[in-house]
């Protein structure tokens, strides 16, 4: 099927072959109309404007026969519904395809019941103009993944539509089509692992409790996380002490630890979820650390300090690294660790430090 221009309503046909006999819908509009990304085909159908055989039809997973007529109209892109706001924006990266911008804490992505407006999609509306993609949903133009509202770091955006169908299907993926791709995480979290580093592959869907909150349920999405310990911190309470006769045997206790998450899969609150699956909740983590809080004590007085002054989850997406839509290079972006973040770490190690020092002077 030839491309069409889509900056104006299209209506396309085709018919359904012999060896297509029994696909699902999608699949086959997929697999015709390769302008259009598969989740934008999928809203299409949704929508109401796909016909197979004169018959209206919303179902994506529908079933199609051989020889059977399919028509799509193709509305053109509708202009977003936000309007722009002069926003600061901290961007790391431009160019005529992709916009990728270190996100602040605070701001949310995209608008939505009780945020429409000051979210990070009227900030780029005002930044790009009309570069900024219109498919994807008038309240998500150009929007190919998220963060939540209080998880600091790195976010790309298509600013077109070639670019918006290739970062999708790279985040659809997330590198198991064999392409090099990675979405990693720094997350200060409760106590230490066992182990130096570990994967947790457990299903997630949404909570039966609290349609807001996500939950490790069997039969949910598959959901695949990586994480490496990189460093952790002793109590403010010291070593414990184990007597043998004429040695002192000491062991730090961890009360937090720093680990590095690669996400395999992005499922909503994904990394937040795992780690507090596993006894380890992101410090800070209200929905899924609440248990935690009385642990805060254990923590030396400037990181409680800190911590208290944080206000929010210890998650940061400090790494992104994605095939760019036109050159295909592969282009990898870093952000450090934001302020509050950066103060946490810094009044750990000092707690540490500290520990270790009282243990040696009264040893």
Request: hydrophobic share 40%; proline share 7%; glycine share 10%.
């Amino acid at each position: 099927m030839p491309s069409k221009n889509l900056s104006q309503k299209t209506q396309q046909s085709l018919a359904v072959a012999s060896n297509e006999a029994g696909a699902r819908l999608d699949r086959v509009l997929a697999a015709h109309v390769t302008e259009l990304s598969r989740s934008r085909l999928k809203a299409l159908i949704e929508a109401g404007a796909v016909a197979v055989d004169g018959r209206t039809i919303r179902d994506p997973s529908h079933r199609v026969n051989a020889g059977a007529a399919i028509v799509l109209e193709v509305p053109p892109a509708e202009p977003s519904a936000p309007q722009p706001e002069p926003i600061p924006l901290k961007v790391v990266y431009e160019d005529d395809d992709i916009i990728v911008i270190d996100k602040p804490k605070n701001l949310v992505v995209h608008p939505a019941a009780g945020h429409w407006t000051g979210t990070l999609v009227n900030a780029l509306i005002a930044h790009c103009g009309a570069s900024l993609s219109g498919i994807g949903g008038e309240r998500r133009p150009g929007i190919v993944h998220r963060l939540d509202k209080d998880t600091t770091g790195l976010m790309i955006v298509a600013k077109n539509d070639r670019a918006h169908k290739s970062l999708a299907a790279q985040f659809a993926s997330h590198g198991r089509s064999g392409e090099p791709f990675e979405r990693g995480y720094l997350a200060f979290v409760w106590g230490a692992p066992d182990r130096p580093q570990g994967t947790i592959n457990r299903p997630i869907e949404r909570s039966p409790r609290a349609r807001d909150q996500m939950a490790v349920r069997e039969g949910g999405r598959e959901a695949v996380t990586h994480w490496q310990m990189l460093d952790r911190y002793a109590s403010a309470a010291g070593p414990r002490r184990a007597g043998k006769v004429g040695k002192a045997v000491q062991k730090a206790e961890a009360v937090a630890s720093l680990l590095a998450c690669r996400l395999e899969t992005g499922r909503t609150h994904q990394i937040r979820v795992h780690l507090a699956s596993i006894g380890h909740p992101i410090m800070g983590d209200q929905t899924y650390g609440s248990g935690f809080r009385t642990k805060a004590g254990l923590l030396p007085p400037g990181a409680q300090a800190a911590l208290a002054d944080l206000g929010r989850q210890a998650l940061h997406a400090h790494i992104l690294s994605v095939k760019h839509p036109s050159s295909g290079e592969i282009v990898t972006f870093r952000s450090e660790l934001p302020p509050d973040l950066a103060r946490l770490h810094k009044e750990l190690v000092r707690g540490r430090a500290e520990s270790k020092k009282t243990s040696l002077d009264s040893g």
